[in-house]
């Protein structure tokens, strides 16, 4: 059984910083894919920032600059440093995984992030 738990989210206030982690546990190796989505009240889960096993990254254009993402690969973690934090960056974050013999991509449970103005 492979689970991801995420953490880190909370209320911070426009230009602040956060940062969000996720743990993937279970029988895995490595990994393919990972990256962090979010969700706000009413709109579609859109992908925020991406990084492959090679170490490519990819971002959405709203957070380039501000967001990065990076893994530590020994303890099979993604995280997600979150700087100049606006109101719009609210939302649930997700973390989501793809893993090398399976055939389905991973959900964390999701971790809320409020930025107040």
């Known amino acids: 059984q492979v689970q991801l738990v995420e953490s880190g989210g909370g209320l911070v206030q426009a230009g602040g910083s956060l940062r969000l982690s996720c743990a993937a546990s279970g029988r895995i190796f490595n990994f393919n894919s990972m990256g962090w989505f979010r969700q706000a009240p009413g709109m579609q889960r859109e992908l925020v920032a991406g990084i492959t096993s090679g170490g490519s990254t990819d971002y959405v254009d709203s957070v380039k600059g501000r967001f990065t993402i990076s893994t530590d690969n020994a303890k099979n973690t993604v995280y997600l440093q979150m700087n100049s934090l606006r109101p719009e960056d609210t939302g649930v974050y997700y973390c989501?995984?793809?893993?090398?013999?399976?055939?389905?991509?991973?959900w964390g449970q999701g971790t809320q992030v409020t930025v107040s103005s």
């Open positions: 989501n995984a793809v893993f090398p013999g399976y055939y389905t991509t991973f």
